[in-house]
């Protein structure tokens, strides 16, 4: 045989050997890379006011992926009144080794949100998910889209078969797109007040505009506090909602309208309600046990204005939610001077 033919039957094995070699030691310096800037980050802050913990880490995914696997996983970012705190006790992030615009995140195991009230008080929602999703997506270091999909969410006082947060960089306008949807969510306890049965869905979606003054927090080098006081204090800033929807038992309540923040941080604003298919709400307001001592329930209220409040052409009830001075305000679907006929059914606070 030639040197020629020699050549043709190994050459195409010797390039294919070179190559994956090349892999694998890319690897390896990617692997370790990570696992170093890891070490640097646990304990330490990642982005203004925000910092991560975990108790031990494995990087694994050999040769195409590159996969971080944390233990007892937190992170803290700032809140209204304290720190806002995350634990998992597993966490793990995926992404391709040639590819770092692009991770997908998972959870397992207990999950813990802890905050501090306005009173000073420490509080926690504990719960525990089927299964728990996430996917995030850089452009020039940048974030332009976060989801989290969660399956059999579970709690003492909340369950919801799924419960998913989508945000976006709109791609055509100067706005964040926002989207919150719940299915089939229970309560137990004093939440259930009136709604025994839960709520079959859940949906907000809307855009946050400008979103300019989020660009350095989506980059990691602002902290979100002052990107809100910017984004407040901005022309024509606000919250436009879309379309929310809330169904429950066979009511169904679907809305639109605008908010933003006032001066102390707190919502401020107001939804246009179209309450459909709720014959049902003076035996709702009925099964109520107990009152708030300085408003009257939702439901009750709803009830008095089914009675009060003429059905629009397409025989549903009109209402309007107001957020204003830290309190939320229902009333008659046509704005009436001085708020006739609105009553505060529940308090507002301090976004930060």
Request: aromatic fraction near 12%; charge should be negative; charged fraction near 20%.
């Amino acid at each position: 045989m030639s040197f020629s033919h020699r050549f043709f039957l190994y050459g195409p094995f010797g390039l294919f050997v070179a190559l994956a070699a090349s892999v694998m030691i890319y690897w390896w310096h990617a692997a370790d890379q990570l696992a170093h800037r890891l070490d640097q980050m646990n304990g330490h802050e990642i982005a203004p006011g925000v910092h991560m913990h975990f108790r031990t880490k494995r990087i694994a995914g050999f040769p195409f992926r590159l996969d971080a696997i944390f233990t007892d996983f937190s992170v803290d970012a700032p809140g209204a009144d304290g720190p806002i705190t995350w634990r998992a006790h597993d966490f793990a992030s995926h992404r391709l080794t040639y590819d770092s615009t692009k991770y997908v995140l998972e959870a397992a195991g207990p999950q813990v949100i802890a905050w501090t009230n306005d009173h000073g008080q420490a509080k926690s929602f504990r719960f525990t998910p089927a299964a728990l999703h996430g996917s995030a997506i850089l452009e020039g270091g940048k974030l332009v889209r976060f989801d989290i999909d969660t399956f059999g969410l579970a709690s003492e006082k909340f369950s919801a078969a799924r419960a998913q947060f989508h945000l976006r960089h709109d791609p055509v306008l100067d706005a964040l797109d926002l989207v919150a949807d719940l299915q089939n969510v229970r309560f137990a306890g004093d939440a259930a007040a009136g709604f025994g049965d839960g709520f079959s869905h859940a949906r907000i979606e809307g855009r946050l505009a400008p979103a300019e003054p989020f660009a350095p927090v989506l980059a990691g080098g602002a902290d979100w506090r002052h990107a809100l006081d910017v984004w407040q204090h901005g022309k024509d800033s606000g919250f436009k909602v879309d379309q929310a929807a809330l169904f429950w038992g066979k009511c169904e309540a679907t809305s639109s309208g605008a908010v933003t923040l006032d001066s102390e941080h707190r919502l401020a604003g107001s939804l246009a309600f179209s309450l459909a298919d709720c014959a049902s709400l003076d035996k709702q307001a009925a099964s109520i046990s107990e009152h708030p001592g300085s408003h009257r329930a939702l439901l009750d209220v709803l009830a008095d204005l089914s009675h009060r409040v003429p059905e629009d052409k397409s025989g549903a009830l009109p209402i309007t939610v107001v957020f204003k001075d830290g309190l939320i305000f229902v009333g008659p679907g046509k704005d009436v001077g001085g708020n006739v006929g609105f009553e505060p059914v529940g308090f507002l606070h301090a976004l930060y």
